[in-house]
């Protein structure tokens, strides 16, 4: 298995600024993936990010809003800029290894 | 397009009270449909993949079970630390690293 931490756990921001959420995996793994958990909802994917190239985006999504970072096998970051009210969610950061998606325990974000 | 349904949306057990939660999907391909475990505030916790139709697996109290056109979860004789949302997730055979698609999840309360 494989163990996600992700920070800050939680935060509350002011509408217009950004903030970086890490993402630090224990264990080396080849693809990383970014989610949104909006109040109440499941889970909807954001990018997939790999380590040496640029992110891919699921529609609805764009790299200026959400850019990604992905320096090695272990770690990612995800930047939501530039917020509103309406990017308050759980962002929760994934990888993959054996066959299974391990998760983070999620970023807790309202703007304000 | 990939979609996941679940239901029912939300169950209430009385405990020991068995009971089955449905996930049907449509997916091009599939590679693997995904369980997951979800406490309030926290990550999605990993509990089976099943691979192909027939296919089964348990763990504890719960028994995952997999056809062509659905899963089911199956909880025999619940307890009520089994409350929690249970998600389902498919991915295709064509993209690696398992990138996800979700179900809305179903909220299970098991009363004592």
């Known amino acids: 298995s494989a163990v996600i931490s992700q920070k800050p756990s939680r935060d509350i921001c002011q509408r217009g600024t950004s903030l970086t959420i890490q993402c630090q995996v224990d264990?080396?793994?080849?693809?990383m993936f970014w989610y949104r958990q909006q109040p109440g909802q499941s889970l909807t994917l954001i990018a997939t990010a790999n380590q040496g190239s640029e992110a891919t985006y699921e529609s609805g999504f764009v790299i200026d809003k959400f850019p990604i970072s992905r320096p090695n096998l272990t770690f990612s970051t995800l930047t939501v800029s530039n917020m509103s009210p309406e990017d308050s969610s759980i962002y929760l950061c994934?990888?993959?290894?054996?066959?299974?998606?391990?998760f983070g325990e999620g970023s807790r974000l309202t703007v304000l | 397009e990939d979609q996941v349904t679940q239901s029912p949306e939300a169950l209430r057990l009385q405990e020991g009270e068995s009971s089955s939660l449905n996930c049907s999907y449509t997916v091009s391909g599939l590679r693997g449909l995904f369980w997951y475990r979800q406490d309030p505030g926290k990550g999605p916790e990993f509990l089976f993949t099943l691979y192909s139709a027939g296919e089964e697996k348990e763990k504890e109290r719960l028994k995952a079970t997999l056809t062509k056109k659905e899963s089911f979860l199956h909880i025999t004789a619940p307890k009520p630390e089994d409350s929690a949302t249970y998600l389902c997730a498919v991915s295709r055979g064509d993209n690696a690293g398992n990138m996800l698609t979700f179900g809305g999840g179903t909220r299970l309360m098991v009363k004592p």
């Open positions: 994934s990888a993959g290894l054996g066959g299974e998606l391990f």
């Open positions: 264990s080396q793994v080849t693809m």
